[in-house]
């Protein structure tokens, strides 16, 4: 079971990864149309709808990745002096009632909202020259059913959570800096660290 949790954690790293390019190119389009506009003097009419689509399509595809690091936006006032099960029964709770009917209405729905998009040939109609818009609303659903995926992995560990009373490991590609592994690297002692601080004080007292 661990390996499919773990599996299912890389699937939506590498997907929030490769999509995470989207903002490269973002950017890049951003400054040339600053450029083009303000030098060149021949702004393109479809910039616009293309920087939305961009940004919207690299916040959808980052759904699923942020949920596999845990990384969404938390209210842990009380929650971080729970006990991990009291944790997971929580998160049980709230994934059951919010998330899932949330993500299945997100994807259901967006799936007929992209379907009927590539049947009319839907264009933007923001602009003259609109780019077309049935590519980005095919994103809605897809990252919708990855949303889903990795949420169903999230309740799963909240199920293993509640059974053992520890949480399960899941995939890490971004690591906090570990103070004592890096003083190790570099030769340092607490003691070494606290001289310094004396003489930092010391010398400040001087001035």
Aim: proline share 4%.
């Amino acid at each position: 079971m661990q390996k499919v949790l773990l599996f299912v954690d890389k699937m939506s790293t590498w997907v929030g990864q490769a999509f995470s390019f989207c903002i490269v190119v973002l950017t890049l389009h951003v400054s040339w149309e600053v450029f083009s506009r303000y030098v060149l003097g021949a702004p393109r009419a479809w910039a616009f709808d293309a920087m939305i689509m961009l940004y919207g399509t690299l916040f959808m595809m980052a759904g699923a990745y942020t949920l596999s690091k845990n990384g969404h936006v938390r209210g842990d006032v009380l929650y971080g002096f729970f006990t991990p099960r009291v944790q997971a029964g929580l998160d049980l709770a709230l994934y059951i009632v919010f998330f899932l009917p949330g993500v299945i209405a997100l994807t259901y729905a967006g799936y007929f909202y992209a379907a009927e998009s590539w049947a009319i040939n839907e264009h933007s109609t923001i602009t003259y020259e609109g780019p077309p818009l049935y590519p980005f609303k095919t994103v809605i659903p897809i990252a919708g059913a990855f949303l889903l995926v990795q949420g169903i992995v999230e309740i799963t560990r909240c199920i293993i959570c509640l059974k053992q009373g520890a949480w399960p490991s899941r995939e890490m590609d971004v690591e906090e800096v570990d103070v004592e592994k890096l003083k190790e690297m570099v030769h340092v002692r607490d003691a070494d660290i606290q001289k310094l601080d004396e003489l930092v004080v010391t010398q400040e007292t001087h001035k």
